[in-house]
Nanobody, 117 residues
Framework: QVQLVESGGGLVQAGGSLRLSCAAS????????MGWHRQAPGKERELVAT???????NYADSVKGRFTISRDNAKNTVYLQMNSLKPEDTAVYLC???????????WGQGTQVTVSS
């Protein structure tokens, strides 16, 4: 089993930056994918960004050009660098991971990101 723990959330003014981290308790068999989702109150969970074990990335249109996802396989950690933050980015950000061809998703407990106007 894999446990995911997020960190780095907080309160930031619009235009500011935050860097989220997600540490996995153990490595995940390759190929795999890790990523970030977010959920705001009263809204459905949405995909933010993903990164595969091979380094391929995908982003939601709403964050392209502002967010960058990366990973450090030696540390079993994925990062989300968030720049030019907007109030609409306010949400609980959740880390997830799975084997690329697997069917079970691992989820972190989430970290709150609040962007003030």
């Amino acid at each position: 089993q894999v446990q995911l723990v997020e960190s780095g959330g907080g309160l930031v003014q619009a235009g500011g930056s935050l860097r989220l981290s997600c540490a996995a308790s153990r490595s995940i068999d390759s190929p795999n994918v890790m990523g970030w989702h977010r959920q705001a109150p009263g809204k459905e969970r949405e995909l933010v960004a993903t990164i595969t074990s091979g380094g391929g990335t995908n982003y939601a249109d709403s964050v392209k050009g502002r967010f960058t996802i990366s990973r450090d396989n030696a540390k079993n950690t994925v990062y989300l660098q968030m720049n030019s933050l907007k109030p609409e980015d306010t949400a609980v950000y959740l880390c997830h991971a799975r084997r690329f061809f697997g069917t079970f998703d691992y989820w972190g407990q989430g970290t709150q990101v609040t962007v003030s106007s």
